[in-house]
């Protein structure tokens, strides 16, 4: 092996720690009384430039609704690898949703957001409906939802 490789990889492996670094997160999802079905929900990562880079949790278990959630439709392309193991019922109407999920420091206070979809059947969808800054000054403070979501709080 010569020097530059040696030294690339000794970089990789002391940078490898500090990307794997991630925090729980507790989201908590307070739906209006809508009078509708359950809803279905994705939420999401974007960046700074309102990117899709990661899914954070999928409610419903009918994979043939997530077009609805249209904007994290298009960003995830509805892989099954961007939902599988962070999926689970719809939340109805009234309720709230409470998961916690990892998210990586690298995140937290460097211009990202958590933004929520919200479908419910025969009824108006809300791609982006709730946009929350992911900063440590943020956690704790509900961000009012636009449609069917009454809130979303993030702690840390």
Do not use: C
């Not at 079905?37 to 974007?46: E, H, N």
């Amino acid at each position: 092996m010569n020097k530059t490789a040696a030294s690339l990889l000794l970089v990789g492996a002391l940078a490898l720690p500090a990307l794997a670094d991630a925090r729980p997160v507790t989201l908590t999802t307070q739906m209006k009384d809508y009078g509708g079905d359950g809803a279905y929900l994705a939420i999401y990562v974007t960046d700074a430039k309102g990117q899709y880079k990661k899914t954070l949790w999928v409610s419903g278990k009918k994979a043939k609704y997530y077009k609805n959630l249209r904007d994290w439709a298009r960003g995830s392309g509805m892989k099954a690898s961007e939902f599988d193991g962070v999926s689970g019922a719809s939340v109805g109407s009234g309720r709230t949703l409470k998961v916690t999920v990892e998210v990586a420091d690298a995140l937290i206070d460097a211009g990202y957001e958590i933004r929520v979809d919200s479908a419910v059947e025969d009824m108006r969808d809300h791609p982006g409906e709730v946009r929350a800054p992911l900063t440590t000054a943020g956690a704790g403070k509900p961000v009012a939802g636009r449609g069917y979501v009454k809130s979303l709080t993030y702690t840390m």
